[in-house]
């Protein structure tokens, strides 16, 4: 397959937006840095200059700015060395968070180790303040850039404007996975595919705009910054080399999409051999010190979570009480960790053996066959049940089966006996992790979610689990609580 080689194309391509914004992403960086420092500095100090001093009668004097300066200079660069702004993982996903608190830890880890080998009597005061603050308003800052990112993508802005190249089916897998997920910073202008197929419409609604040959053409009518090469038999080496090459020269990014669907990188290794990249795809792993973590994480912030929501505890439980006959709290059996089954604590929203009425009101609405087992304006709702649900106020006491390890703060949707019964292989692996009291489908839709995308959601939480996505789901459920949609 010969690919034209149009030298006139593209001949100055204007920055990418992931350039522009990990150059904001810099300046909120230093500013956060050298704040918390120097603000520790001064909280434990003042302005008085203090001599740090180390055993063997070494003074060094106005020595904590110079460690100061020192640690702001050196979270920079470690900031830099674990890539944190690098265009490939800022804008989206859970690595960028990561990357920054794996920097910050390792940071503060040799600084505690340096000035243990050199005896210096470091305040820990100091050290401890700069640490959490530091990493804290970090995390702060690049969340709140998204933000700001997300509205200006949604209006237009910083978005490369990218091509499909490959076959139909590929491309449209592609496609559809790129335009179900927001914030991923590509806007889809055109597709180029096999020429015999060319006139058999759009693909995924991504309008044709040529055959394989015709990709700097393409590249110039579109005003392209980026090309995904899909896959294609007609795509061989050769070929994609030389279109790599001439991509090069017009400034246009590569991406090579792999058929591997819902895999995070942290599970994906790149390895060369022979000048083959290879890529090598981990399987998920959820036992030894990841469980541990995990279960820690739970224990330490459910207990708190009990100790701070104490008085709303008390006073949705009066609330309930009093609005109709029956039980405060509802136990419902759900099937969790490798199908055991366990007693779900809610607040009772519903009338008293409202169970009952369950299979009539699915036969009635016609959906008693579908595997999530949802009622539409369901009559069995009480006032109170009604307020409550719209806040999640009814899942509150679920902090209790976080507590006796029955569920996880975070993980896959508790479902029922019925529902699992429904399941197909693949939805099985969702019950490799405890169910969660909240998940990626509570802060991606919460009940308006199809079943599809619930199952694909799960799943792909328990394929790439970390502590760093639990916390930022833990977050995104506070948001989604506080403006509550899809929660009935």
């Given at each position: 397959m010969a690919v034209t080689d149009r030298r006139t194309v593209g001949v100055t391509r204007r920055?990418?937006?992931?350039?522009?914004?990990?150059?904001?992403?810099?300046?909120?960086?230093?500013?956060?840095?050298?704040?918390?420092?120097?603000?520790?500095?001064?909280?434990?100090?003042?302005?008085?200059?203090?001599?740090l001093v180390a055993e063997g009668g070494l003074d060094l004097e106005t020595s904590y700015f110079t460690?100061?300066?020192?640690?702001?200079v050196a979270w920079m660069l470690i900031l830099d060395i674990f890539a944190t702004r690098d265009h490939k993982v800022i804008g989206s996903g859970t690595l960028e968070y990561k990357r920054v608190a794996d920097a910050t830890f390792l940071l503060f880890g040799l600084f505690a180790i340096f000035a243990y080998l050199f005896k210096l009597e470091v305040a820990r005061g100091y050290f401890l303040t700069a640490l959490p603050v530091g990493l804290v308003v970090l995390a702060l800052s690049r969340?709140?850039?998204?933000?700001?990112?997300?509205?200006?993508?949604?209006?237009?802005?910083?978005?490369?404007?990218?091509?499909?190249?490959?076959?139909?089916?590929?491309?449209?897998?592609?496609?559809?996975?790129?335009?179900?997920?927001?914030?991923?910073?590509?806007?889809?202008?055109?597709?180029?595919?096999?020429?015999?197929?060319?006139?058999?419409?759009?693909?995924?609604?991504?309008?044709?705009?040529g055959g394989y040959d015709d990709l700097l053409r393409a590249v110039d009518e579109a005003q392209a910054d980026t090309v995904i090469l899909t896959g294609a038999d007609k795509i061989n080496p050769a070929v994609m080399r030389r279109i790599g090459w001439q991509l090069d020269a017009?400034?246009?990014?590569?991406?090579?999409?792999?058929?591997?669907?819902?895999?995070?990188?942290?599970?994906?290794?790149?390895?060369?051999?022979?000048?083959?990249?290879?890529?090598?795809?981990s399987y998920p792993a959820f036992e030894g010190a990841r469980r541990w973590t995990k279960r820690s994480f739970d224990v330490v912030t459910s207990s708190l979570l009990i100790l701070l929501s104490s008085p709303v505890l008390i006073g949705v439980a009066i609330a309930v009480k009093r609005s109709s006959p029956g039980d405060i709290i509802y136990r419902q059996v759900r099937v969790g960790r490798t199908g055991d089954v366990f007693g779900m604590l809610k607040f009772r929203s519903m009338v008293q053996n409202a169970d009952d009425q369950l299979e009539s009101l699915l036969d009635a609405q016609g959906t008693s066959d579908k595997p999530l087992f949802k009622v539409t304006n369901d009559p069995r709702i009480t006032p109170v049940g009604l307020f409550i649900r719209k806040f999640s106020l009814d899942e509150l006491p679920q902090l209790f089966n976080v507590l006796r390890g029955e569920m996880s703060l975070v993980g896959p949707r508790p479902q029922r006996a019925a529902e699992v019964a429904l399941y197909d292989d693949a939805a099985h692996r969702r019950l490799i992790m405890k169910p969660g009291m909240s998940g990626l489908w509570q802060v991606s839709g919460r009940s308006n979610l199809s079943w599809e995308d619930s199952i694909r959601l799960d799943l792909y939480y328990v394929e790439n689990w970390s502590l760093t996505a639990d916390i930022l789901i833990l977050w995104r459920t506070f948001r989604a609580v506080a403006r509550p949609e899809g929660a009935v």
């Open positions: 920055k990418s937006w992931q350039r522009a914004f990990a150059m904001r992403l810099f300046a909120t960086d230093i500013i956060v840095v050298i704040c918390a420092v120097f603000g520790s500095q001064l909280l434990w100090f003042g302005f008085a200059p203090v001599e460690v100061s300066v020192i640690l702001v969340w709140s850039w998204r933000q700001w990112l997300r509205k200006n993508q949604a209006a237009g802005g910083y978005l490369s404007r990218a091509l499909l190249l490959g076959e139909r089916q590929k491309s449209t897998h592609v496609a559809q996975t790129i335009m179900r997920t927001p914030g991923s910073g590509l806007l889809l202008v055109g597709a180029l595919t096999q020429p015999e197929t060319v006139h058999n419409g759009p693909i995924h609604g991504v309008p044709i705009l017009h400034d246009i990014e590569l991406i090579v999409a792999p058929a591997l669907t819902d895999i995070a990188g942290p599970r994906i290794h790149a390895r060369p051999v022979a000048g083959l990249p290879l890529i090598h795809v």
